[in-house]
């Protein structure tokens, strides 16, 4: 029953038609699917789908990367209301934009897919300092750290990644906490990410998001 809806959301997600999405949404319910149908069927596999289709070049179709996990997330909003139990979260981040930068486009994007995926993301803002970022994470009981940067000297400086590992290691928590990067700067140097002390990185918002809801998952946070 799902392929023609499957298709037809796929289709106005990438037209960045949210109206067109909701209908698709809608008629899916009128049918008879099931608001876990509508999660697990239809949205997540048209994040996948989004993946394979504009990952080679992810500059030129950041609209429909954003627009994938807004509507994705409000979707599963709706649809988290009506399941008939409540789901606990696979896992928990936070996540925030480094210390000295501003952008927090890839942040949304990431945190609108991860709701997708039932993963918790504690959203610290922009210009976040590295204290803050450790803090959090032991405050919620958080096994991920998300760093942000959209610029190299906010990737690379000693406000940034350097120094949340640093607090990380003085503070015993390396075993427990871990760290993954994003943004532009680690997609011009894939290597970069090592030298920061991350553990993960990846190249867009959406993968980014399923390579945590993996890693949760998978026990490693």
Partial sequence: MMTEYIKAYNEAVYDTDRQAAMRVVQAALDAGASPQQIVFDL???????????ISEDFDANLAQHF????????VTEAMLARFETAQVPAGRIVIGTARGDMHSLGKRIVIGCLKVQM???????????????????VEHGAGLIGISAMMTHTARGADGCLRVRRLLSERGLESRVKIIVGGAPY???????????????????????????????????
Avoid: C, H
């Fill in 187 to 221: 997609r011009f140097d894939p290597g970069l990410y090592e030298r920061v002390g991350a553990d993960l990185w990846a190249e867009d918002g959406i993968t980014g998001a399923k390579l945590i809801a993996d890693t949760v998952k998978g026990g490693m946070a």
């Fill in 119 to 137: 993963v918790e993301a504690i959203d610290l803002g922009v210009n976040v300092a590295p204290e803050r970022f450790v803090d959090a994470a």
């Fill in 67 to 74: 627009m994938t996990a807004q509507i994705g997330s409000e």
């Fill in 43 to 53: 949205v997540v596999p048209a994040m996948d789908q989004m993946v394979k289709a």
